[in-house]
T-cell receptor
Framework: DVKVTQSSRYLVKRTGEKVFLECVQD?????MFWYRQDPGLGLRLIYF???????EKGDIPEGYSVSREKKERFSLILESASTNQTSMYLC????????????FGPGTRLTVL | AQSVTQPDIHITVSEGASLELRCNYS??????LFWYVQSPGQGLQLLLK??????LVQGIKGFEAEFKRSQSSFNLRKPSVHWSDAAEYFC???????????FGTGTRLLVSP
């Protein structure tokens, strides 16, 4: 089974802090994704990566950056957290096979005070 | 524009009754289609997927979905709902050239005794 782990289930930070959300997968998948999930808005793609050191903007990249130094790890960075970034953050992975599916981690619920 | 519409925000079904959750997509070609389920506090779990072939797809937990090209729909069904099915359900499609998932806004299923 694919395993996708996220470093924290719950996180509370203050406005202006730098926040790191970590995602690790154990299936050697090329593609990794960060989404945020908000009530009534579904999941929206923030950034994704199709290879080490490669990244692409998703639909809502503003206020976020990412890092992928190793294939198994994909980090989401909030340079200066703001209250409107309070949300559930979900990481996902996908192999390079086009007919594969995305596998999701359990999510990190981030609260910015 | 590429999009997924789930017109029902909430649905309440009696335990043992049948269920149908609606999903419509807007995409220029035949997409890859997915249904995910999210239980409270959990990540997303894949229920079923459609890539090609038989338009009636069987998934886990007794769910099925039918792809109807003429209606741009991919509705999820279950003949008899169990209390444990109470969760939020997301329809999504994958842009076949890009491996990017586009999600609907979700339907929350409530199961009454």
């Amino acid at each position: 089974d694919v395993k996708v782990t996220q470093s924290s289930r719950y996180l509370v930070k203050r406005t202006g802090e730098k926040v790191f959300l970590e995602c690790v997968q154990d299936m050697d998948h090329e593609n990794m994704f960060w989404y945020r999930q908000d009530p009534g808005l579904g999941l929206r793609l923030i950034y994704f990566s199709y290879d080490v050191k490669m990244k692409e903007k998703g639909d809502i990249p503003e206020g976020y950056s990412v890092s992928r130094e190793k294939k198994e790890r994909f980090s989401l960075i909030l340079e200066s957290a703001s209250t409107n970034q309070t949300s559930m953050y979900l990481c996902a992975t996908l192999s390079g096979v086009s007919t594969d599916t995305q596998y999701f981690g359990p999510g990190t619920r981030l609260t910015v005070l | 524009a590429q999009s997924v519409t789930q017109p029902d925000i909430h649905i309440t079904v009696s335990e043992g009754a049948s269920l149908e959750l609606r999903c419509n997509y807007s995409y220029g070609a035949t997409p890859y289609l997915f249904w995910y389920v999210q239980s409270p506090g959990q990540g997303l779990q894949l229920l079923l997927k459609y890539f090609s072939g038989d338009t009636l797809v069987q998934g886990i937990k007794g769910f099925e979905a039918e792809f109807k090209r003429s209606q741009s729909s991919f509705n999820l069904r279950k003949p008899s709902v169990h209390w444990s099915d109470a969760a939020e359900y997301f329809c999504a499609f994958m842009n076949t050239g890009f491996q990017k998932l586009v999600f609907g806004t979700g339907t929350r299923l409530l199961v009454s005794p």
